[in-house]
């Protein structure tokens, strides 16, 4: 190896960085595409095939159109292995750097991604507008070289990262197979779940996020065995998790997830600290090495790759169209779980911002800037619009969010039903039950592909909350499936446990020979 100093400019750090995050913003790493393509090959539950399917007919069109896979474009996190024999020409810091180039990747005019980041996280959580600060992490290595591995995580799935310190005799496997039995689908399976071991609290939750950045290889490892007690847990935690048929979005089904990692690091005696963390189907990330000779080059994948699916693909059968400007509590009524409506017509936007404001005016006793009686709301912060576009990557945000105010709104607007992604929690379900305003779900991870059906945008109320502001949509043929009925009935309870029994019996089955 070349022990040489070597000089390596800031604004080649700073580029390659604004590059890498618009490159994950709309390609998936090729590696997921070919794992959730197996997956889609041999899904047997209808409704999780078609949340597969959408999520992969959404990957090819955003990897044409050169625009974000979802809506949630990510809090970006780095990991770089900087070499002792770099010297670094740049006035600023190294943390300096990346969030210039963080700063110049949201704003890209051409492809701007949603910032998500606030200032201020305990008081007014004043949006940064540039999706800035990173969060950066540096090791000094041998070499004279940079090694950066850049990730944009989404909100959704990092909610669902959990620790715990557990006896050193204790199981690993029932613990992370428990939690992540309680952890919903609102961190948009299939993904990956990743497992720190060992360390202390930070060093464990460190392992987790930098291992689920490494390559898929589940096929290769179930294939050739385990070697070694890491691998022994993954196979392991790869086969109980799939066995609980959480399945894609929750609706139940053979994949939760297409790859489990697992890191580990010496601890204390008397410790042994766990970390995990779930990976969403968005699964941005991107390693790349600069060496002085310039900015990364970075070349698209392959996209012959990706499956020929299409819209037909996904629609087929049990379809049902609805005209949501003639919209009656009876039709609603005999809306069933699992079941795919495409619909069309005028709907409301609304997420977490917008809804504590709606609550603050009902509470003061003041009227709303807009009339929810007899409409739809879509929990939504989309994308930034771009040249012809009517609205930019549109998907479902995490509806438990919303849970705390749906009694409220509900007994007080008239609203008459919702869309979002992931479960409700047992008291919403009651609200829903009690206002017979139904529940549906847009898939997670089909941002840019729903955009597509949205026709007409416009402004309604609290522009000042910007991605949070209030929108009316016209949609037509927008995807979407019936997650709670007007009778309480969740595809969310229901799809797990009839596919956790289905694949019980199944492997019972095949232990003697049936």
Known sequence: MNKKTRTIAGKDITKSVADALQYIS????????????????????PSAKNAIGQILLNSRMAAFGRRPICQDTGLVVVFAKV????????????????????????????????????????????NTRDNTPAVVHVDLVQGNQIEITIAAKGGGSENKARFTTLNPSASVAD??????????????????????????AEKAMLLAKEAMNEPIDMSELLSRGSSNAEEELRIELYERINALGIGAQGLGGLTTVVDVKVATYPTHVASKPVALIPQCAANRHLKFTLDGSGRVTLEPPDISEWPQIGHDDLHTTGVRRVNLDGLTKEEMASWRCGETLLLSGKMLTGRDAAHQRMVDLIDAGKPLPVDLRGRVIYYVGPVRAVRDEVVGPAGPTTSSRMDGFIEKILAETGLYAMVGKAERSP???????????????????????????????????????????????????????????????????????????RMAADSIARSIGV
């Open 175 to 200: 613990w992370v197979v428990d939690t992540v039995s309680t952890l919903g689908s609102g961190w948009c399976p299939p993904g990956l779940i990743s497992v720190g071991i060992g360390g202390s």
């Open 427 to 501: 008291a919403a379900i009651e609200s829903i039950v009690r206002h017979r305003t139904p529940y549906l779900i847009a898939v997670g991870g089909a941002a840019y592909l729903i955009s597509k059906s949205i026709k007409a945008a416009r402004l309604v109320a609290f522009e000042d909350l910007g991605m949070e502001a209030m929108y009316e949509f016209e949609v037509q043929d927008m995807p979407v499936i019936m997650a709670v009925d007007v009778e309480g009935n969740s595809i969310h309870n229901s799809g797990p446990i009839e596919w956790r029994k």
């Open 26 to 45: 709309y390609y998936h790493p090729p590696d997921y595409i070919r794992y959730l393509s197996q997956a889609y090959a041999r899904e047997l539950s």
């Open 83 to 126: 070499g002792m024999g770099v010297r670094i020409k740049s006035a600023g810091s190294f943390a300096d750097l990346v969030n210039e180039g963080v700063r110049q990747a949201y704003l890209d005019p051409d492809n701007p991604l949603r910032p998500s980041i606030v200032s201020d996280p305990l008081a007014g959580r004043l």
